[in-house]
């Protein structure tokens, strides 16, 4: 299983970006894709995931209604579309599945919320 993030970097305050996490090694249609945060001197924590045919995602309360989950199975691939970011929204992002009762990890991507 081999998870890659790309899309982080350096916004302003009420900007956006979009993440993608690309997956391989697994049969990716199959299973539920996640991303998580974690910022600095806090723990990991779920921001969203989406079931396997994408017809369901769950946020965190902290960004309802600013950020999307999405996927595209034809090219194995999650991303998170992030708008109105805010400061406290810094963090390393990174990809999740779970394979047979193993949790996977991606290397991360650096997202900076600064003016």
């Known amino acids: 299983v081999q998870l890659v993030e790309s899309g982080g970097g350096l916004v302003q305050p009420g900007g956006s970006l979009r993440l993608a996490c690309a997956a391989s090694?697994?049969?990716?249609?199959?299973?539920?894709m996640s991303w998580y945060r974690q910022a600095p001197g806090k723990e990991r924590e779920l921001v969203a995931d989406?079931?396997?045919?994408?017809?369901?995602?769950n946020y965190a309360d902290s960004v309802k209604g600013r950020f999307t989950i999405s996927r595209d199975n034809a090219k194995n691939t999650v991303y998170l579309q992030m708008n109105s970011l805010k400061p406290e929204d810094t963090a390393v992002y990174y990809c999740?599945?779970?394979?047979?009762?193993?949790?996977?990890w991606g290397q991360g991507t650096q997202v900076t919320v600064s003016s």
């Open positions: 999740n599945v779970i394979v047979s009762v193993r949790a996977y």
């Open positions: 989406i079931s396997s045919t994408g017809g369901m995602t």
């Open positions: 090694g697994f049969t990716f249609r199959s299973y539920v």
